[in-house]
């Protein structure tokens, strides 16, 4: 059974820093992209970063790039998202998910309960 | 502003059938599969429907999806109360190497 937990979430102040992980099993995580999606408070879903499988890429949203990291440690099966200067505005609920399929044809087939990111002072 | 677009909300009655449309372009829709996630109250996304009109694994045929050109369509037919959800479309934007998502379609079932 695939399952993904997320971890990492809490109070932070405006400019700061917070490490997300997502502990993955029940599948051979380095065969698999990996990607956060966030939600902020009463809003809808928003794509935040991927990271391909072994030897892949990584991908950014213009909202976070140049301030948020993804990786992934393999030995470990966890999918980290490194986040700095944050903003009010990254308040969210992350969540990370499974990527399936490949070329034109990615989908996100599991996803973990998410964890809360709340940035203010 | 979302890349793709839904309508912000649909109701229908149960029983009934209902349609929610993906709106998008030759840089996202016309050219890669588009797939769908329910979000029930309270709770994570699910996948719905991929590659346009696949069901994964325990999702009822009562969920169909459909894609023409730069648009796709999720139905519902047989609506109950328990269907009532947010629910997003999402696709890769091939020229800017994004993912992008609907801004969600809020199912109210009357």
């Known amino acids: 059974e695939v399952q993904l937990l997320e971890s990492g979430g809490g109070l932070v102040q405006p400019g700061g820093s917070l490490s997300l992980s997502c502990a993955a099993s029940?599948?051979?995580?380095?065969?698999?992209?990996m990607t956060w999606v966030r939600q902020a408070p009463g809003k809808g879903l928003e794509w935040v970063s991927a990271?391909?499988?072994?030897?892949?890429?990584?991908y950014y949203a213009d909202s976070v790039k140049g301030r948020f990291t993804i990786s992934r440690d393999i030995s470990k099966n966890t999918l980290s998202l490194q986040m700095n200067s944050l903003r009010a505005e990254d308040t969210a609920v992350y969540y990370c998910?499974?990527?399936?399929?490949?070329?034109?044809?990615?989908?996100?087939?599991?996803w973990g309960q998410g964890t809360l990111v709340t940035v203010s002072s | 502003q979302s890349v793709l677009t839904q309508p912000p909300s649909v109701s229908a009655a149960p029983g009934q059938k209902v349609t929610i449309s993906c709106s998008g372009s030759?840089?996202?829709?016309?050219?890669?599969?588009v797939s769908w996630y329910q979000q029930l109250p309270g709770t994570a996304p699910k996948l719905l429907i991929y590659?346009?009109?696949k069901r994964p694994s325990g999702i009822p045929d009562r969920f169909s999806g459909s894609q023409s050109g730069t648009s796709a369509t999720l139905g519902i037919t047989g609506l109950q109360t328990g269907d009532e959800a947010d629910y997003y479309c999402?696709?890769?934007?091939?020229?800017?190497?994004?993912?992008?998502f609907g801004g969600g379609t809020k199912l109210t079932v009357l």
């Open positions: 998910a499974k990527v399936e399929g490949g070329s034109s044809s990615y989908y996100f087939d599991y």
């Open positions: 029940g599948f051979t995580f380095s065969s698999y992209a």
């Open positions: 990271i391909g499988g072994s030897g892949g890429g990584t």
């Open positions: 030759s840089s996202n829709i016309g050219n890669n599969y």
């Open positions: 590659e346009n009109n």
């Open positions: 999402g696709t890769w934007a091939s020229s800017l190497s994004t993912w992008v």
